[in-house]
């Protein structure tokens, strides 16, 4: 089981260009999140997913699409970066009913020049 | 929504010492509180959790307290160890929706 795997590791943006992160998970999980990490500012929700075909906002959607076309991959979608949008990207994946536990990705540490 | 908050932002102790790391939240709904600690360049993961319908938690040198009534809980790290260094996070969340995050307690263990 490698768990959730997040690529790329790392990324440079100038402002204005695109880019997709991909975000697998091998666990079967139904549920799938997107968060970004800025200093000081813990984890803060960007788009989630509560199975394949689904997506729904979190705290700070903008900006940003996300995709979930097949239950074990979520894409998150950046469509014109801003400097704004620099920080470090986690994914993370949970199972439905009583265990609530999430599983994190290794992290996308992201810079928009 | 729900708002969670975090104190200390920093926290110093010397080896063998305890650790406490606060949260309130807001939302009285809210039932499944985790705690996460992030080591330096990785990923969060979980420690501990607590739900409402239990006061407190032991999971050998950390334990976590639960106070319904004033909306705060707490993480307790006994004897602490140079490896107990990182970021600790709390987090709230009510039914199956998703977690609120507290923005976080850097935790350093001096030798």
Same mark, same amino acid.
């Given at each position: 089981?490698?768990?959730?795997?997040?690529?790329?590791?790392?990324?440079?943006?100038?402002?204005?260009?695109?880019?997709?992160?991909?975000?697998?998970?091998?666990?079967?999980?139904?549920?799938?999140?997107?968060?970004?990490?800025?200093?000081?500012?813990?984890?803060?929700?960007?788009?989630?997913?509560?199975?394949?075909?689904?997506?729904?906002?979190?705290?700070?959607?903008?900006?940003?699409?996300?995709?979930?076309?097949?239950?074990?991959? $979520?894409?998150?979608?950046?469509?014109?970066?801003?400097?704004?949008?620099?920080?470090?990207? $986690?994914?993370?994946?949970?199972?439905?009913?009583?265990?609530?536990?999430?599983? $994190?990705?290794?992290?996308?540490?992201?810079?928009?020049? | 929504?729900?708002?969670? #908050?975090?104190?200390?932002?920093?926290?110093?102790?010397? #080896?063998?010492?305890?650790?406490?790391?606060?949260?309130?939240?807001?939302?009285?709904?809210?039932?499944?509180?985790?705690?996460?600690?992030?080591?330096?360049?990785?990923?969060?993961?979980?420690?501990?959790?607590?739900?409402?319908?239990?006061? #407190?938690?032991?999971?050998?040198?950390?334990?976590?307290?639960?106070?319904?009534?004033?909306?705060?809980?707490?993480?307790?790290?006994?004897?602490?160890?140079?490896?107990?260094?990182?970021?600790?996070?709390?987090?709230?969340?009510?039914?199956?929706?998703?977690?609120?995050?507290?923005?976080?307690?850097?935790?350093?263990?001096?030798?």
């Amino acid at each position: 089981n490698a768990g959730v795997t997040q690529t790329p590791k790392f990324r440079v943006l100038k402002t204005g260009q695109s880019m997709t992160l991909l975000c697998a998970q091998d666990m079967n999980h139904e549920y799938m999140y997107w968060y970004r990490q800025d200093p000081g500012m813990g984890l803060r929700l960007i788009h989630y997913s509560v199975g394949e075909g689904t997506t729904a906002k979190g705290e700070v959607p903008d900006g940003y699409n996300v995709s979930r076309l097949k239950k074990q991959n $979520f894409l998150l979608g950046l469509e014109s970066a801003a400097p704004s949008q620099t920080s470090v990207y $986690f994914c993370a994946s949970r199972a439905t009913g009583g265990n609530e536990k999430l599983f $994190f990705g290794s992290g996308t540490q992201l810079s928009v020049l | 929504g729900e708002n969670v #908050e975090q104190h200390p932002s920093t926290l110093s102790v010397q #080896e063998g010492d305890s650790a406490v790391i606060k949260c309130t939240y807001s939302d009285s709904a809210s039932n499944y509180f985790p705690w996460y600690k992030q080591e330096l360049g990785k990923r969060p993961q979980l420690i501990i959790d607590i739900r409402s319908n239990v006061g #407190e938690k032991k999971d050998q040198r950390i334990a976590v307290t639960l106070n319904k009534t004033a909306k705060h809980f707490s993480l307790h790290i006994t004897e602490t160890q140079p490896e107990d260094s990182a970021v600790y996070f709390c987090a709230a969340s009510k039914g199956y929706s998703t977690l609120t995050f507290g923005k976080g307690t850097m935790l350093l263990v001096s030798p």
